[in-house]
């Protein structure tokens, strides 16, 4: 019988499941997307009736989607690496290179709520809309970037208490 891991502590669990939220929030998206797409194909070819909102809203999708996912990816290791160099490092290397992508990761994903926030906000204050029919509040899709922004900061915090939990090298 193998060894059980160590349990993770309850907030980095929290952290997990936000990550798990994100991913079946981002494939719902995905779902939602493929749908509506293929309705305007059928209803655009075979009836000649194209419609006016579907560009739009899976455009909307499309950012939740990538916003939402990015923690549930990272959560899993599927961001996609370059391992040429990484893989030449001593382990006690591949481990300072992680925690420094981990903390720069942080400082990216900071500026993605701050900034979002400041974007969402102002959309909200100028009652921003979008152009298309729907004349969408802006201020819905452009929240999706501080919330991925969050998203992504408790992931790398995650992923960086991981790092220094595991002293290897």
Known sequence: MEPQPPK???LFRFIDFTSDVGGVASAICLLAATFIITYEVFVRYLFSA????????????CMALGLLG???A??????????IV??????????????????????????????????????????DASTGVLQFP????WSLVPI?????????I????????????
């Open 70 to 72: 990015a923690a549930y």
């Open 86 to 127: 990484v893989d030449r490092l001593t382990a006690k290397n591949r481990r300072r290179l992680k925690i420094f992508t981990n903390l720069m990761g942080i400082a990216y994903s900071i500026i993605f709520i701050v900034k979002g926030a400041e974007m969402a906000k102002f959309a909200w204050d100028i009652k």
């Open 158 to 169: 995650n992923k960086l208490a991981e790092e220094f939990a595991h002293r290897e090298g």
């Open 74 to 83: 990272l959560k899993n290791n599927s961001h996609f690496s370059i391992t």
């Open 148 to 156: 991925g922004g969050l998203l992504l900061t408790l992931q790398f």
């Open 8 to 10: 993770k502590f309850f």
């Open 50 to 61: 194209p419609t006016t909102w579907v560009a739009e809203i899976s455009i909307y999708l």
């Open 138 to 141: 802006l201020w819905i899709p």
